[in-house]
Structures are given as structure tokens and as C-alpha cells.
């Protein structure tokens, strides 16, 4: 059996494991979902009504037999034949169980192909569009677009809404369903009617989709100052690496101090995140985790990081998730790196993932992780020492961005959480 997978992801959105390379580790509740790469198909679900035992201990037994009688009754008098699709109501009958868990849309069954499709985008690619988003008030907001993506060209900016799908009102869609009408194969298209909350209008845009290569960390020096610059979109497989690669680089240029960036962090594994922590954090905690029966492991920093000293700022806002509140929370405990943004988004559980015969799996919440201190920021988020708030419709610049600017363009820029970040590293006010 292949090794088990655990998981610290995006609470509150679906599922694109996209984000994530490798096969071991573990990732912190939801990923987020991308309309990028898709991942489920459109699988029927029967939600609560597969509960079959009034039995609330879980200490009994599921009742077999009676589902194999209902499934009998399906099979001989259904009058639709050609629905009666024997392994679409079998992974129905388990994601509805999963589902009777409550856990809506964390704790979730896999299909096989679902799984083939994590796999491949578990390598860091994908073919899509380029969109993360999440739902707010049932609204399908976006989140961010990947750079270089068709989302991106199109001028698709964060905060827009999206509507419909060619065509078709996702406002009664699943998640999954809406991921089924907008994935593709490269070079095929797709239409997102897109309103903008600021001019109040509806545009289409008509999106070719391409194969998108992530890069979860970027860094540049910041123009003007000897401040480094590093964003971690996620903690994929080998992320750890690429850090030690530019934090070596900024410590060539005599980086004075670091502005880690980790605002739109969907999370990622568990490993990847300690990795990172520990480049900064030379003893103590990253985190604790508590198991269903109350048991708290504590999760130590690893010795052997080459950045404890520097002075680090760390910018979070409201979609910092997961692995990424995890790194955040465990630099703020003891006074390592000052947090600065917004409170983020509040995820709080570790996922395992548990294969099936047929090559499906269920990925299934199996513990809680608490700050250093043994705090729960479950559902409530991890508050910045200081907050600070983007204008409306100012997105976070990126390392490309930033490094195409001049230091005087840099400070009139609207991305005032990185300017008080600077501000605060170089004593001066921003």
C-alpha cells in the first residue's frame, strides 16, 4: 500500500491539489480550489442520507446489509436503466457517507481519476485557466491569478465574482460541479462571466486554456533598501530547497533583514512547513497537534537553519491559510517575525489520506494543530501584531512586480502592508 499522505490545506474551499508536489508529508485543512487544473467530476453525493445507525458512540457497525437491499431494489425496478450505473452509485454511496461526517467539503472521497488528476498536479503543473477562488456568501470570489496565466492576461483581477460559466449560473452549482464545467484539456476554451464589484458590470471572457507551470517561491531584492524579498505561495514538495537557494542568494547581497511573504498561502504539507520555519527559528515550536481522543504532540523546530538571525516581517491577509498560518504563528510566537496584514483565514485541521482497493481514496480530517503557545485558531485565524488593510482593488505586488520598479515607484505603490513591512525593518515610516 502506498505510503499515507497528511496534509495542512485551504479551509472552507475545495479541493485542487495542484498546489502540491510529492507524495509525503502532511497539508492543514482545505486546498484551495483552482479553476486551473479541476479536479472532481461531476459525482452524484447522497449526503445524510446514507447515515444508517442512530448509534452517535462509534462504537457500532455500519449496516451492509441494508444498503446491499437497497441496492437490490435499485437494480431490479428503477425505471431509468440506463442511471443504474453500479460504480457511480458505489462512490456515491461513500462520498455521501463521508459527507453524513458533516465536514463539508474538507473531509471528501476521491475518485480514481480524481487521484491521477492530484497526482500529475501534485508536480507543480497543471492545464487551465489560472484562478483560485472561494466561496463568500455564495459567491464564487477570486481569490488571485497565476502569473503568466490566461486568467491573468485577460485582466481577470482578485475580488471579481464569478457568475457563470459558458453560460450556465454557477450560483446553484457545487464546487465540484462548477471545477467540472471549467477544467479542459489545453487549447480548448472556456467562457467566465466575471462582474466587478467596483463598476458594478458583468464582462465575458473567453479563455483559452494553456499548461501552467506553479513556481511556489519567488524572492527578489527590494529596490532601494538591502531588504530581501520572499513570497511562498504554498508548501509544496521541495519548497524547502528553493528557500535555502534565495536565502543563501540574499545573504550573497547582504540582505540587513527579510519580508516574508505569505498573503494568499493556500497551505501545502506538513514537512514543508516545518522546513520553512526552521530557517528562521532556531529552537522551539512550530506547532502541537491534538488528536480525537485529546492527546497533544508537540512539533519541534529542526536545528541546522541558516536565517535565525536576520530580522523578518511576515505579511499575512485573509487568505493566508493552513501551512502558511502554521509558519506565520509559529514565527509571531516568541517575537521571531512580526506579523502584518489582515487575520487570516482561520484553518485548523490535519487531513490524512486513506486509499481504496480501486485506486480511489478518502481524505479524512484526523487531528488538530494549535500555535505554540496551544492556542486553537480553528475557524477564528491568527491576528496580526500589526493589521493593516490593502485599499479595494489593490492586490499584493509579486516578486517580478517588484523588481521591475524603481525605489520611488515602489513607495508609491498601494501595497501598504509591504511598505509598513520595509517601514518596519528599516526604522523608517511608510
Do not use: C
Amino acid at each position: 500500500m502506498r505510503k499515507t499522505r497528511r496534509y495542512l490545506l485551504f479551509s472552507g474551499l475545495f479541493v485542487a491539489i495542484f498546489l502540491f508536489g510529492g507524495v509525503s508529508g502532511i497539508a492543514v485543512d482545505r486546498i484551495m480550489i483552482a479553476l486551473s487544473g479541476g479536479l472532481q467530476p461531476n459525482t452524484p453525493t447522497l449526503a445524510s442520507q446514507t447515515t444508517v445507525s442512530t448509534d452517535t458512540t462509534g462504537t457500532g457497525s455500519i449496516n451492509l446489509e441494508l444498503i446491499d437491499q437497497a441496492w437490490k431494489y435499485i437494480q431490479d425496478n428503477y425505471v431509468d436503466r440506463p442511471a443504474v450505473k453500479p460504480q457511480e452509485l458505489t462512490y456515491a454511496a461513500i462520498s455521501g457517507m463521508v459527507n453524513a461526517l458533516g465536514d463539508t467539503d474538507h473531509s471528501v472521497f476521491l475518485t480514481p481519476d480524481v487521484v491521477k488528476q492530484m497526482n500529475i498536479q501534485m508536480q507543480g503543473q497543471y492545464e487551465g485557466v489560472g484562478i483560485q477562488f472561494n466561496y463568500v456568501n455564495n459567491q464564487a470570489v477570486i481569490v488571485s491569478t497565476f502569473d503568466g496565466s490566461p486568467a491573468q492576461k485577460a485582466g481577470i483581477k482578485s475580488g471579481e465574482i464569478i457568475q457563470k460559466v459558458n453560460g450556465l449560473d454557477v450560483s446553484t452549482m457545487t464546487s465540484l460541479e462548477m471545477i467540472n464545467h471549467i477544467t479542459g484539456p489545453a487549447g480548448t476554451q472556456v467562457t467566465l462571466t466575471i462582474y466587478d464589484p467596483t463598476t458594478q458590470q458583468s464582462n465575458d471572457f473567453t479563455l483559452t486554456r494553456a499548461h501552467i507551470s506553479i513556481t511556489n517561491v519567488t524572492w527578489t531584492m527590494i529596490p532601494g533598501t538591502t531588504l530581501a524579498y520572499i513570497n511562498i505561495a504554498a508548501e509544496a514538495d521541495g519548497i524547502d530547497a528553493d528557500l535555502i537557494k534565495y536565502l543563501r542568494a540574499a545573504q550573497q547581497q547582504n540582505a540587513t533583514g527579510i519580508v516574508l511573504d505569505l498573503r494568499n498561502n493556500t497551505g501545502g504539507l506538513l514537512d514543508q512547513a516545518v522546513s520553512v520555519v526552521s530557517q528562521f527559528k532556531g529552537s522551539g515550536l512550530v506547532m502541537e497537534e491534538k488528536d480525537a481522543r485529546g492527546t497533544i504532540v508537540p512539533v519541534e523546530v529542526k536545528s541546522g537553519g541558516i536565517a535565525t538571525k536576520i530580522p523578518v516581517v511576515v505579511l499575512v491577509n485573509q487568505w493566508t491559510a493552513s501551512a502558511g498560518e502554521i509558519i506565520a504563528v509559529a514565527l509571531q510566537d516568541g517575537r521571531r517575525g512580526t506579523l502584518i496584514g489582515q487575520t487570516t483565514f482561520g484553518t485548523g485541521t490535519v487531513l490524512n489520506t486513506y486509499p481504496l482497493s480501486d485506486g480511489s481514496e478518502m481524505l479524512l480530517a484526523v487531528e488538530e494543530w494549535l500555535t505554540p503557545a496551544g492556542v486553537s485558531f480553528w475557524h477564528k485565524g491568527v491576528v496580526p501584531d500589526i493589521q493593516i488593510t490593502l485599499p479595494d482593488g489593490v492586490k499584493p505586488l509579486t516578486a517580478a512586480e517588484i523588481k521591475g520598479l524603481t525605489a520611488d515607484q515602489l513607495k508609491a505603490s498601494q501595497d501598504v502592508q509591504l511598505l509598513k513591512g520595509i517601514g518596519l525593518l528599516t526604522g523608517a515610516a511608510p
